[in-house]
């Protein structure tokens, strides 16, 4: 009486996948029954449950909250809006665990689930034990043995979002859910806010007709940045998808990266926690690491992962965590998940208190070029093993590396990373220089070491 998963859709950190090919309700379904067992055996039955705004969600979220209810599991749907509202719950209405059923920042036709457990981060062998569980699901009893309650839990969200602003001046920002969850979690913020809020795809709308809903992207900053230069605006803000990773621009219309933004965040952190860690993953600028010591905080580097990110900030008991991607963690003055909403609204707290505008934050950085992260094919059973070939031939050689995620290199002209995708059969690399100079010989290294197993680096 089992349940088969597709063999592609239990990923690292979340289930994912394509609706009507590698998922369906019948997953969802199976889903909530493994999920609800596995929550028993730890001594919880109290879950809550929220959805984001594709097309497929009701469907999945109604099959998601039958299966738990069918393993004696009492459910709390909390509704449509983002994942870090479903955070926000798992947190605050004593649940044992919560289930956000959401295709993150992936193109219409996917969709899948992000979990938490006992209010910690449910991700790697806890997926996996997922599938085996549901493949030794009994057979399934005849009526529905948990209970639900319906809780409308977005306004309670928003006034706490809201409270952690005390600005002096009020702002001109422009804001852009994408069509993603969280649009009307922003509508209702801004009208708490002071300033001028320009909203840009606030509403709802799961084919995301604008543009794709993932602000790590340039092309899907073009209409924000648009925006800001149009209004006048100081800054400009973007979601993903589900709501957990931001985006920013300057009032010149410049990016303002996962790392960068994190010193303008750090900053403000440290003055309440001196000496405190600030973590951020391996792929973050040099630059930051340089800053947050700087600044008299401790920077500590860790592997990439939304998940794996959120442990250490639980395990160090660090105020500010962040990750390139746009996965920042705030345990000052909250909760320490990722919510790009809440730190929307502490970025522009700190700006509102502070006579520099963010465009003249970012010119005070040192510069530095940089690639973009390059993500290249490599078979799933051969990314970690050229990894490991290149950590050896460098350790040999007698470089200075770090090998948390990967393994990251340190030369005389700035830094270089190589390391594996833990959701896809890619490797991913990064290199970092003061010079254009510099930076070509990072390159041209990266490319030789490479080379030697067999893997050529992308142009």
Same mark, same amino acid.
């Given at each position: 009486?089992?349940?088969?998963?597709?063999?592609?859709?239990?990923?690292?950190?979340?289930?994912?996948?394509?609706?009507?090919?590698?998922?369906?309700?019948?997953?969802?379904?199976?889903?909530?029954?493994?999920?609800?067992?596995?929550?028993?055996?730890?001594?919880?039955?109290?879950?809550?449950?929220?959805?984001?705004?594709?097309?497929?969600?009701?469907?999945?979220?109604?099959? =998601?909250?039958? !299966?738990?209810?069918?393993?004696?599991?009492?459910?709390?749907?909390?509704?449509?809006?983002?994942?870090?509202?479903?955070?926000?719950?798992?947190?605050? =209405?004593?649940?044992? &665990?919560?289930?956000?059923?959401?295709?993150?920042?992936?193109?219409?036709?996917?969709?899948?689930?992000?979990?938490?457990?006992? !209010?910690?981060?449910?991700?790697?062998?806890?997926?996996?034990?997922?599938?085996?569980?549901?493949?030794?699901?009994?057979?399934?009893?005849?009526?529905?043995?948990?209970?639900?309650?319906?809780?409308?839990?977005?306004?309670?969200?928003?006034?706490?979002?809201?409270?952690?602003?005390?600005?002096?001046?009020?702002?001109?920002?422009? %804001?852009?859910?994408?069509?993603?969850?969280?649009?009307?979690? #922003?509508?209702?913020?801004?009208?708490?806010?002071? !300033?001028?809020?320009?909203?840009?795809?606030?509403?709802?709308?799961?084919?995301?007709?604008?543009?794709?809903?993932?602000?790590?992207?340039?092309?899907?900053?073009?209409?924000?940045?648009?925006?800001?230069?149009?209004?006048?605006?100081?800054?400009?803000?973007?979601?993903?998808?589900?709501?957990?990773?931001?985006?920013?621009?300057?009032?010149? &219309?410049?990016?303002?990266?996962?790392?960068?933004?994190?010193?303008?965040?750090?900053?403000?952190?440290?003055?309440?926690?001196?000496?405190?860690?600030?973590?951020?993953?391996?792929?973050?600028?040099? #630059?930051?690491?340089?800053?947050?010591?700087?600044?008299?905080?401790?920077?500590?580097?860790?592997?990439?992962?939304?998940?794996?990110?959120?442990?250490?900030?639980?395990?160090?008991?660090?105020?500010?965590?962040?990750?390139?991607?746009?996965?920042?963690?705030?345990?000052?003055?909250?909760?320490?998940?990722?919510?790009?909403?809440?730190?929307? #609204?502490?970025? =522009?707290?700190?700006?509102?208190?502070?006579?520099?505008?963010?465009?003249?934050?970012?010119?005070?950085?040192?510069?530095?070029?940089?690639?973009?992260?390059?993500?290249?094919?490599?078979?799933?059973?051969?990314?970690?093993?050229?990894?490991?070939?290149?950590?050896?031939?460098?350790?040999?050689?007698?470089?200075?590396?770090?090998?948390?995620?990967?393994?990251?290199?340190?030369?005389?002209?700035? %830094? %270089?990373?190589?390391?594996?995708?833990?959701?896809?059969?890619?490797?991913?690399?990064?290199?970092?220089?003061?010079?254009?100079?510099?930076?070509?010989?990072?390159?041209?290294?990266?490319?030789?070491?490479?080379?030697?197993?067999? #893997?050529?680096?992308?142009?």
């Amino acid at each position: 009486m089992g349940h088969r998963f597709d063999s592609t859709i239990l990923r690292e950190y979340d289930i994912r996948g394509i609706v009507g090919q590698t998922l369906s309700a019948a997953d969802a379904h199976a889903i909530g029954r493994a999920y609800a067992l596995t929550l028993a055996k730890a001594g919880g039955r109290r879950i809550a449950v929220g959805y984001d705004g594709r097309l497929t969600s009701p469907e999945l979220e109604a099959a =998601l909250v039958d !299966g738990l209810r069918m393993e004696a599991a009492d459910v709390v749907r909390i509704g449509r809006g983002p994942t870090p509202m479903l955070y926000y719950a798992s947190a605050t =209405l004593g649940v044992d &665990g919560g289930v956000m059923v959401t295709g993150s920042h992936n193109p219409p036709d996917y969709n899948g689930f992000k979990f938490v457990f006992q !209010g910690k981060p449910f991700y790697g062998n806890a997926i996996r034990q997922l599938g085996e569980t549901a493949l030794k699901l009994p057979e399934a009893p005849e009526h529905m043995r948990g209970r639900v309650e319906e809780r409308a839990l977005r306004e309670e969200y928003v006034v706490r979002l809201a409270r952690d602003y005390h600005g002096d001046r009020p702002l001109i920002a422009a %804001w852009d859910p994408g069509n993603g969850a969280s649009g009307e979690v #922003v509508q209702e913020l801004t009208a708490r806010l002071p !300033g001028r809020h320009v909203l840009l795809n606030e509403i709802i709308d799961g084919r995301f007709p604008a543009h794709h809903p993932d602000p790590t992207v340039p092309e899907n900053l073009v209409q924000l940045k648009q925006a800001v230069a149009e209004e006048s605006c100081e800054l400009g803000i973007a979601f993903d998808g589900d709501g957990d990773r931001i985006g920013v621009v300057d009032a010149r &219309g410049r990016i303002m990266w996962g790392d960068q933004l994190m010193v303008v965040l750090a900053r403000d952190v440290l003055t309440r926690h001196p000496g405190a860690p600030i973590i951020a993953d391996v792929k973050a600028s040099q #630059v930051l690491f340089d800053e947050i010591a700087r600044m008299g905080g401790r920077p500590v580097m860790a592997a990439t992962g939304h998940s794996l990110i959120k442990a250490k900030l639980a395990q160090l008991g660090a105020p500010l965590a962040g990750e390139m991607s746009g996965h920042i963690f705030f345990a000052d003055g909250y909760y320490g998940f990722d919510d790009a909403i809440y730190v929307a #609204v502490r970025l =522009l707290d700190i700006l509102s208190r502070d006579r520099k505008s963010l465009a003249e934050m970012r010119d005070v950085l040192p510069v530095v070029v940089n690639t973009p992260e390059l993500r290249f094919a490599c078979p799933e059973n051969r990314k970690f093993a050229v990894v490991d070939e290149v950590r050896e031939r460098l350790r040999q050689a007698g470089a200075e590396i770090t090998d948390i995620d990967g393994v990251r290199v340190r030369t005389p002209d700035g %830094w %270089w990373l190589l390391r594996a995708s833990n959701t896809q059969a890619v490797l991913v690399a990064r290199a970092e220089s003061a010079s254009e100079e510099g930076l070509a010989r990072l390159k041209q290294q990266l490319a030789a070491i490479l080379a030697a197993s067999g #893997v050529a680096l992308p142009d």
